[in-house]
């Protein structure tokens, strides 16, 4: 069995998708990787490093995709390198599949498998494969040390001959991994935070972290989860926490805006009010900027100012720290690949085989498409759920 890791090809992406340790691992269960000069370059893993734990290497841009049984990838690969897998491969990575019309109809057209590891459950049994933890946990940390590195004043305490510097107050909006990861980061350098969550359990983990929490406001409807991810707050409740939040964000020195709702536009947390009652020369990190951001005026990207608070649009952060998101990420792939294997034993133990069932609880979810019909035709817009190519099986 060939599994193929291809060079990543989106403009910003450092990350790939297997490390010399996870290529070790891969050789050791009996498969075969094939890995692209290069692939983990920008990562700082070399081509020797992966030819020594056992891949192959060919030459970048002329991978032959048609001989590959499994593809591990960050970003979703081009259409045309889609088109030249053979039917029955796996495909496994993050492919933004929310409203994916073309990548869904491609993928039931050529017959094959496809795991979108952002819609993995978030169950025990899959802990060790939820790549949406381990990237997040790494945006946290990055999105404190860019807020620190624009701030105008110190982040921790100082006492000097000159006189006593205080604290820098931070206020981290969502307490999921990221936002926990924030909070530990920000108290490491010195800051006092506060942390506002809409769910009032988050406050344990907060506090255990040194964080302070903000209850949640109490008389609107709180927003539910499911499957470990938030759903779509009310409107009232959003009024509700911004007129709660403006008060906390006149105090800040740095904010880091983490709320986020798969498949939804993300919540609006502060106006553009809001962010003229804030300090001149604050910063408001928003890691939510790509799903259109928690705070009005964010740009992806970009650093914008406006009523003098610096706005920061961290898209990508985790492809700023390559190496141990590269490592972890592959780490979660390998754990479900290895899954997949243990699931097929019985068949031919000689031969290493997949088993890709629709009902495993860890598939149910993240399995969009198999074999040639589209498992989750809810990712579609309303317009095109009924289309009988992409119907459910």
Request: glycine fraction near 8%.
């Amino acid at each position: 069995m060939t599994v193929l890791v291809p060079r990543e090809t989106r403009r910003g992406e450092l990350r790939v998708a297997a490390t010399p340790e996870t290529v070790k691992a891969l050789v050791a269960a009996g498969l075969t990787p094939l890995l692209e000069s290069g692939a983990g370059e920008t990562a700082g893993y070399t081509d020797a490093a992966y030819a020594a734990a056992g891949a192959r290497l060919i030459d970048a841009g002329s991978a032959d995709w048609s001989a590959a049984d499994v593809v591990l990838c960050v970003a979703p690969p081009q259409p045309e390198q889609l088109q030249q897998l053979k039917p029955g491969a796996l495909l496994v990575g993050l492919l933004e599949p929310y409203g994916a019309s073309a990548l869904l109809q491609l993928l039931t057209d050529r017959r094959l498998s496809a795991v979108a590891m952002e819609l993995l459950p978030r169950i025990s049994r899959a802990q060790s494969m939820d790549v949406l933890s381990s990237q997040a946990n790494i945006a946290g940390y990055k999105a404190v040390l860019l807020a620190a590195a624009a701030l105008n004043r110190y982040v921790p305490m100082l006492m000097t001959a000159a006189g006593t510097i205080q604290p820098a107050r931070a206020l981290v909006l969502g307490a999921g991994v990221a936002g926990l990861q924030a909070v530990a980061t920000a108290r490491r350098l010195g800051a006092v935070v506060y942390v506002s969550d809409v769910r009032p359990a988050a406050k344990e983990q907060v506090e255990s972290l040194g964080g302070r929490f903000i209850e949640p406001p109490v008389e609107q409807e709180r927003p539910a989860e499911a499957g470990g991810y938030a759903l779509a707050a009310s409107e009232a409740f959003l009024a509700a926490q911004r007129q709660q939040l403006a008060e906390q964000l006149a105090l800040a020195d740095l904010v880091i805006c983490t709320a986020q709702v798969p498949g939804k536009p993300a919540p609006r947390l502060i106006s553009d009010a809001m962010l003229a009652g804030m300090k001149p020369g604050s910063v408001v990190v928003d890691l939510a900027v790509a799903q259109g951001g928690n705070c009005e005026g964010s740009v992806p990207g970009e650093m914008v100012v406006r009523h003098g608070v610096q706005l920061i649009g961290a898209d990508g952060l985790p492809s700023s720290v390559a190496n141990h998101a590269s490592a972890l990420y592959s780490r979660n792939l390998l754990a479900l690949l290895q899954h997949l294997l243990a699931a097929a034993q019985g068949a031919e133990a000689s031969v290493p085989s997949l088993g890709i069932d629709p009902e495993d609880p860890i598939l149910a979810g993240c399995l969009i498409s198999h074999g040639g019909r589209c498992l989750r035709p809810d990712l579609l817009p309303a317009s095109e759920q009924s289309s009988p190519s992409l119907a459910p099986v």
